[in-house]
T-cell receptor, first 115, second 115 residues
Framework: DTGVSQDPRHKITKRGQNVTFRCDPI?????LYWYRQTLGQGPEFLTY????????KSRLLSDRFSAERPKGSFSTLEIQRTEQGDSAMYLC?????????????FGPGTRLTVL | SQQGEEDPQALSIQEGENATMNCSYK?????LQWYRQNSGRGLVHLIL?????REKHSGRLRVTLDTSKKSSSLLITASRAADTASYFC???????????????FGQGTILTVHP
């Protein structure tokens, strides 16, 4: 059994470029989450999917951010026209929500640096 | 925005001592979870306590929950150098709706255990 995987682990880009991150959840998990974490802070919720449906988006997720989860399997998070303020760790988590318990398992994260 | 506040922000102890971290939150919750994060890595789920539970144990971990005070504490007994990490509490909101799966994290407590 493999855990949640994320690719790439590190990404350095120049301001104005587009970047895309991938998350592969634990198989059979029906929920997938994206969080963002800046240095010295706890993770902040960005968005989540139940199967292929995107159920909620944070106000942190500006128009430059888009997430997809085709076929309810892996997910991608794209940031267009990156800004220096987008520099952060982007964390993906998955869970199998049942019976009111929703333990989320996190991937190792993708660290984005925007120069 | 972060709901939780952890106290203390940083804790430094000697190996073998106990470490206690506190978390306060603002809204009604379904459950509260504690996570550990080693430097620059993903989060590891430690323990979950439901809103109708008052205390829970897992190995060297003891978690308490006081819903009347909207607070929780995490006790790590007989600490080890390997326990050095950041510890975060996270709350899952009460009730259904699309916000149900969204975890709200505190800012974390940095624990350093000296050998």
């Amino acid at each position: 059994d493999t855990g949640v995987s994320q690719d790439p682990r590190h990404k350095i880009t120049k301001r104005g470029q587009n970047v895309t991150f991938r998350c592969d959840p634990i198989s059979e998990h029906n929920r997938l989450y994206w969080y963002r974490q800046t240095l010295g802070q706890g993770p902040e919720f960005l968005t989540y999917f139940q199967n292929e449906a995107q159920l909620e988006k944070s106000r942190l997720l500006s128009d430059r951010f888009s997430a997809e989860r085709p076929k309810g399997s892996f997910s991608t998070l794209e940031i267009q026209r990156t800004e220096q303020g987008d520099s952060a760790m982007y964390l993906c988590a998955s869970s199998f929500a049942a019976g009111g318990v929703d333990t989320q398992y996190f991937g190792p994260g993708t660290r984005l640096t925007v120069l | 925005s972060q709901q939780g506040e952890e106290d203390p922000q940083a804790l430094s102890i000697q190996e073998g001592e106990n470490a206690t971290m506190n978390c306060s939150y603002k809204t009604s919750i379904n459950n509260l979870q504690w996570y550990r994060q080693n430097s620059g890595r993903g989060l590891v789920h430690l323990i979950l306590i439901r809103s109708n539970e008052r205390e829970k144990h897992s190995g060297r971990l003891r978690v308490t929950l006081d819903t009347s005070k909207k607070s929780s504490s995490l006790l790590i007994t007989a600490s080890r150098a390997a326990d050095t990490a950041s510890y975060f509490c996270a709350t899952l909101p009460k009730g259904g709706g699309t916000s149900y799966g969204k975890l709200t994290f505190g800012q974390g407590t940095i624990l350093t255990v000296h050998p």
